[in-house]
C-alpha cells in the first residue's frame, strides 16, 4: 500500500468546551485530489490547520510526507505547499515581489526565483497587478496571489482551505485547472470547501466532516450530490440524538 503523503491519524481537538474535531483519520494519496465537505463549523479548517503545523492537536497525530508538519526538514518543506485561512502574502511587497520571495522559501535558486515568480503571475491571471502592491489588491485577487504563492514551486504535498471563496469565475477556473494539473502531475492534493459543485468537478473523493467527525464519502459524480450531501448530515444527527437519548436511559 501506498504510503499516504498527507495524513491524520485519529485527530481529536477542542476549544475550550467545544470539539471541533472527534477522531478523525484520513489519508490523501499522491495523484489525488480529496475534498473535505462541511458546514460551517464542521472542523474543515481545523483539520487543515493541524496539517499546517499551526496547531497541535489535543489527540492524534499529523503528518505531511512522512513528517511531523510542525517540525518538517527543510527539504521536506520545500515540497510543501498550504494556504489556509488568509493568504500567505506581505502587503507592502508587490505581486511580483510576493512570488519571488515565496519562490525563494522555497528552496529555489536566486536566478531561478524571477522567472518562476513571473510565470506564476501569467497562470494566475494576475498581468494587470504584476507591479501591485499586495495590500491594494481586492480580496479575490489576494487569493489568487496566496495560491499562485502556495503552488508555484510545484509542492507534491498540497492543502488549500476554500480557495475560490472570493474568487470570480475566471478565478475558479485558474485555481480548478492548477489543482487538477498538481494532481494529475502525482501531488497529494486536500482542498477543503462548502462548494459542492465546484469541488466534484476536480475532486477523486469527497469526504464529509460534521461535528468534527468523518461522517462518510461521497462520489463525486451524479446530480444529486447536494442531496446526499444533506442526508448524511441528517442521517449523523439522527444516530447522535439517539445515542444520547439511549445513554440517558441508562442512567435512569
Known amino acids: 500500500m501506498t504510503t499516504p503523503t498527507l495524513g491524520l491519524d485519529d ?50 497525530m499529523a503528518q505531511v510526507l512522512g513528517h511531523d508538519p510542525a517540525d518538517l526538514p527543510a527539504d521536506v518543506a520545500a515540497r510543501f505547499g498550504q494556504a489556509v485561512e488568509a493568504p500567505l502574502v506581505y502587503p507592502e511587497l508587490t505581486v511580483t515581489e510576493n512570488l519571488w520571495c515565496a519562490a525563494r522559501l522555497h528552496g529555489m535558486p536566486r536566478r531561478a526565483a524571477a522567472p518562476v515568480a513571473s510565470a506564476a503571475v501569467g497562470h494566475m491571471g494576475l498581468d494587470p497587478w504584476r507591479h501591485a502592491r499586495a495590500r491594494t489588491l481586492s480580496m479575490g485577487n489576494r487569493q489568487r496571489l496566496g495560491i499562485a504563492c502556495a503552488t508555484l514551486h510545484r509542492p507534491t504535498a498540497l492543502i488549500l482551505d476554500e480557495p ?44 464529509v466532516l460534521h461535528a468534527g467527525r468523518d461522517v462518510g464519502r461521497l462520489e463525486p459524480g451524479g446530480t444529486d450530490l447536494e442531496q446526499r450531501f444533506f442526508a448524511m448530515v441528517l442521517d449523523a444527527d439522527t444516530r447522535e440524538a439517539d445515542t444520547r437519548d439511549a445513554n440517558t436511559e441508562a442512567q435512569v
Open 11 to 60: 485527530v481529536s481537538h477542542a476549544f475550550g468546551g467545544r470539539v471541533a474535531l472527534d477522531h478523525l483519520t484520513l489519508t490523501v494519496r499522491p495523484g489525488r485530489v480529496t475534498a473535505l465537505i462541511g458546514l460551517n463549523g464542521a472542523g474543515k479548517t481545523t483539520a487543515l490547520r493541524a496539517l499546517a503545523g499551526r496547531l497541535r492537536p489535543t489527540r492524534g
Open 164 to 207: 475560490t471563496s472570493a474568487l470570480d469565475p475566471q478565478g475558479v477556473v485558474l485555481v480548478r485547472e492548477l489543482v487538477r494539473g498538481l494532481a494529475d502531475a502525482g501531488a497529494a492534493v486536500l482542498v477543503s470547501s462548502h462548494h459542492l459543485d465546484e469541488v466534484a468537478r476536480i475532486a477523486d473523493e469527497i469526504v
